[in-house]
């Protein structure tokens, strides 16, 4: 929620910069630029060998760059549209060890997010507007280890934002959002030295994200 409420902060102090630019609407195909801060949190529960059940939550924050393709349909119109694909590139590493008498290892391996969205838009005027975009998400996922494996993470993206002309053919988009992801469940294979069957790991990751962007239509 604070993440709703700040990007819509930002959203009145762009849109009362608008009259000082001399810009161009921005129908058609853009290409996009972007940093965003995000935390990301993981609450579920682990079981371990002796079937003792934990739960709880773990959260990291970091920085990443994204780069975004798509088009803006009926920009000079009261009500607009935006399609687009995200790839934020990079990977991060996690890693869990058994409890049984092995102690053996689980590692597990985030890379490359890809996203796909569409954005219905308010255009506050011809250079300025407001959005709500609903995403598709995907992550690549490699998990080494005695346990069953899983190769993409899934998920769903809901944010609010806003798009504002800068010149002939640049834009600033500032956006807020959470994406929710679907829950991942592990479970050991039992093999000779490995994970015991009886131990299981389960996850329900959410990602939250504040974003600046620069873009360019051509």
């Known amino acids: ?60 924050t970091a920085i990443t760059a994204s780069y975004g393709l798509g088009y803006m349909f009926n920009k000079s119109g009261k009500i607009g549209l935006d399609l687009g694909y995200l790839w934020t590139p990079g990977s991060a590493s996690f890693k869990h060890t058994s409890t049984s008498a092995t102690k053996t290892s689980v590692s597990l391996e985030i890379d ?16 300025a507007s407001v959005y709500l ?9 490699t998990t080494i280890g005695d346990v069953n494996k899983i190769s993409s993470m899934d998920g769903e993206t809901i944010a609010v934002g806003t798009v504002m002309s800068w010149g002939s053919n640049l834009y600033i988009r500032s956006e ?20 015991a069957t009886t131990e299981t790991v ?3 990751p959410k ?12």
């Open 1 to 60: 929620m604070n993440n709703i409420k700040s990007v819509l902060l930002t959203a009145v102090v762009f849109l009362g910069l608008t009259s000082a630019l001399s810009a161009a609407s921005l129908n058609g195909v853009y290409l996009e630029l972007g940093s965003s801060a995000i935390g990301v949190e993981a609450a579920g529960s682990s079981n371990d060998a002796e079937s003792q059940t934990t739960t709880g939550a773990l959260g990291k």
């Open 112 to 127: 490359d997010m890809e996203e796909y969205y569409i954005a219905p838009m308010v255009n506050i005027t011809e250079d």
């Open 133 to 141: 975009k609903f995403g598709y998400n995907s992550t690549d996922l």
């Open 176 to 195: 807020a959002g959470q994406t929710e992801y679907d829950t991942l469940k592990f479970t050991g294979l039992g093999t000779a030295g490995g994970t």
């Open 202 to 204: 389960t996850a329900t």
């Open 207 to 218: 990602l939250s994200y504040g974003k600046i962007a620069i873009g360019y239509k051509f």
